[in-house]
């Protein structure tokens, strides 16, 4: 009989991402392009990574260009392979297992143009513990 899936909270996937921050961490290498306002972002998860992802500032979408991931939320899950595209929801942490060597690109407007990986990272993410104090998502706009 298969089990339901219970999503889990941003507080329980924080508490994952402290525990396995405990152990040594794998390479996962990074890759920006930009094109005429804007932004994609590729990273490469080796299989068998267990992962979080960052709190993003707006809706933005995910691409598998090659893999299988798992990836679950305050929102739900899903697992996706190679060629399916994802909302990545504003608000929302994320918890990943790579089921195979995988690569996904995130793509984000970038009217600016901005080039400078720390003013990107500060433009398109939202610190972790502002993210747990604001259990509504909208009350964290209103200052960002």
């Known amino acids: 009989m298969p089990t339901e899936l219970v999503a889990p909270t941003i507080e329980q996937i924080a508490g994952i991402e402290n525990f396995i921050l405990q152990f040594p961490q794998v390479e996962m290498p990074i890759a920006n392009e930009f094109c005429n306002g804007l932004y994609a972002r590729t990273m490469f998860i080796p299989a068998g990574t ?8 707006s809706d933005n ?14 929102d739900g899950g899903a ?5 399916e595209m994802h909302i990545s929801k504003a608000g929302i942490k994320r918890l990943g297992y790579a089921v195979q060597d995988t690569l996904i690109t995130t793509f984000h407007a ?7 990986n720390c003013k990107l990272w500060d433009m398109y ?8 104090e604001c259990a509504d998502f909208n009350a964290i706009k209103g200052y960002l």
């Open 50 to 57: 267990i992962l979080t992802g960052a709190v993003h500032r």
């Open 61 to 74: 979408f995910m691409l598998v260009r090659v893999g299988d991931i798992i990836v679950i939320s305050p």
């Open 79 to 83: 697992r996706l392979k190679t060629g």
């Open 110 to 116: 970038n009217p600016q143009n901005e080039t400078d």
């Open 125 to 132: 993410t939202v610190d972790l513990q502002d993210a747990i």
